[in-house]
């Protein structure tokens, strides 16, 4: 059995849906009203864990589960304000509660992520940032405190690694692409549509499209069916360890990005213009991520080009595949 936690994310219903389809038994777990719900509908079992209650592990089974991913943690985008307290209860001692559960119960496969923000002062295109880069990050902003304790969390899982002979790998992730509900988020406290959802709502009504900035401005844009592979194929190795940059290994700029979304959505007839205003402010600093180790430990091979990403974007939004999910976390 596979254990998910935060198996009701964006991520997660993507990779339980996965795993499923490649024949895993599955334990989905979670704390919000509607995804009990949600997985039962699609008959997978599911369970109430809230991380930061060491007592809610107690509920789990103690025996049979093979691995965990671990998913669930506070994320700045995600709440219009938090304490510091906050992210150390859910992201720090709710990794513990996690990882004394699997140390305790045999369990020694563990895999979690990490954001890439804790290396954002290394950032580099050439060459890309490597898994290996040390930490660098601001100790200022919205994401200052997130970043302290997925440190910390990142930092337990290596210590289980050491002491406990466990096989952890964290996943350092950019911002991961696709049709879900996680298009407009929380930046400084304001709850705002990202960029890649401006340009996908501009060219499929055929608006004009502004780009803010520096339009060479280069991203590594990752798809979430390229980060499930990953999750998967790290849960089949017996070498992957440690850190890994789990990205498309490739940058675009936003140029290109613009370009690309026009291509595939404007509605035919209605080719949206692309205006460049480098007089409008874009603190977007320019990265690549080096994707080497995880390509070596086991085998990691992006599949989705960021023009094939919009295609299939497109391609699930039209199906509804996850209408349901999406509609049932606005209501949470």
Known sequence: MILVTGAYG????????????????????GHRNAAARYFQQRAIPYMNLDISREEDFGNLPQEGVEAVIHLAGLLPANVKTCQPQDYIRINVLG?????????TRGVRKVLSTTS????????????????????????????????????????????????YGFQGSIFRLPPVYGYGPHLA????????KSGFQIFMEKAESGQPIEIWGD????????????VVQAFVKALHSDTAQGVYNIASGV??????????????????????????????????????????????????????????????????????????????????
């Open 251 to 332: 940058g675009i700029t936003l140029q290109q990005q613009a370009q690309t979304i026009v291509d595939v959505c404007s509605p035919q007839g209605r080719r949206p213009e692309i205006i460049l205003r480098p007089d409008k402010p874009n603190n977007l600093k320019s990265y690549v991520l080096d994707i080497s180790s995880a390509q070596r430990d086991f085998d990691y091979q992006p599949a989705y080009s960021f023009h094939d990403m919009i295609v299939d974007y497109g391609r699930e939004e039209r199906a509804g595949t996850y209408a349901e999910f999406i509609q049932s976390r606005k209501e949470v």
């Open 185 to 192: 988020i929380y930046v400084d406290g304001k709850f705002c």
């Open 95 to 103: 990794t513990l509660n996690l990882l004394e559960y699997c140390r």
């Open 215 to 226: 339009p060479s401005a280069v991203r590594d844009v990752v798809y979430v069916k390229d």
């Open 116 to 163: 890439y923000a804790d290396i954002l002062n290394a950032w580099s295109v050439e060459p890309p940032t490597a898994s290996e880069t040390p930490r660098d990050f601001r100790l200022t902003g919205d994401h200052a405190m997130y970043v302290v304790s997925k440190n910390a969390a990142t930092d337990a899982i290596l210590h289980y690694n050491a002491e």
């Open 10 to 29: 964006f991520i997660g219903v993507y990779l339980v849906d996965e795993l499923q389809r490649q024949g895993h038994e599955v334990l989905a777990t």
